[in-house]
């Protein structure tokens, strides 16, 4: 069974602010990894996906980066904008097919 | 990247009733797929849907629940059957595709919010 975990659960940052959040899976037969934002009543949109170790994938203020030895990647955001408040997702492949198997999410509220 | 539509948006429905979710893709796509996301858990797969054969339901999922249409290759349904108020969910369709990445993207639909009473 694949379990892809991610924390914290819930994260409230001011304004302006740089955060940061954990997304991770097993190591064993990895195929890929998935970043997607979900804004409230929108489709999930995606991020980044990524394959190899060590990637490193940037999209405006927001970055990711990749550890398949150890089984983790971490989401950047620089700067905090209230546009940023939503539910960010990360998946997994689960046995290098392709059946993504979500984490929980991190439920991020930015405070103007 | 494919653009995924959903209907409905959000219903509220009554126990021991069903409910058919439909799934329009702008593009002909071999797989679809049916997520759903209970309150505080993750997005869970239900089946994955193709064109022209059976649904194929991961564990804890059955097709007398869930059934699944796939009549073409830009459409699905999935019925929510004999609803409990435990079915109260956001429910997602999605479709793969290869993405620039160098893998598999999923592209997902704006989710039926259901709720049970």
């Known amino acids: 069974i694949l379990n892809v975990e991610q924390s914290p659960q819930s994260l409230h940052v001011q304004e302006g602010d740089s955060t940061n959040f954990t997304c991770s899976f097993p190591s064993s037969n990895f195929y890929a990894l998935h970043w997607y934002r979900w804004e409230t009543a929108k489709s999930p949109e995606a991020l980044f996906v990524m394959t190899l170790n060590g990637d490193e994938k940037k999209k405006g203020r927001i970055s990711a980066t990749l550890n398949t030895k150890e089984g983790y990647s971490y989401l950047y955001i620089k700067g905090s904008q209230p546009e940023d408040s939503a539910t960010y997702l990360c998946a997994s492949h689960r046995g290098g097919a392709q059946k993504l198997v979500f984490g929980q999410g991190t439920r991020l509220t930015i405070n103007p | 990247s494919a653009v995924i539509s959903q209907k409905p948006s959000r219903d509220i429905c009554q126990r021991g009733t069903s409910l058919t979710i439909q799934c329009q893709v702008d593009?002909?796509?071999?797989?679809m797929f049916w997520y759903r996301q209970q309150p505080g858990q993750s997005l869970t797969l239900i089946a994955t849907a193709n064109q022209g054969s059976e649904a194929t339901y991961e564990s804890g999922f059955v097709i007398d629940k869930f059934p699944i249409s796939r009549p073409n290759l830009t459409f699905s349904t999935l019925t929510v059957s004999n609803m409990s108020p435990e079915d109260s969910s956001i429910y997602l369709c999605?479709?793969?595709?290869w993405g620039a990445g160098g893998a598999y993207e999923q592209y997902f639909g704006p989710g039926t919010r259901l709720t049970v009473t």
């Open positions: 593009s002909q796509v071999t797989m």
């Open positions: 999605s479709v793969e595709d």
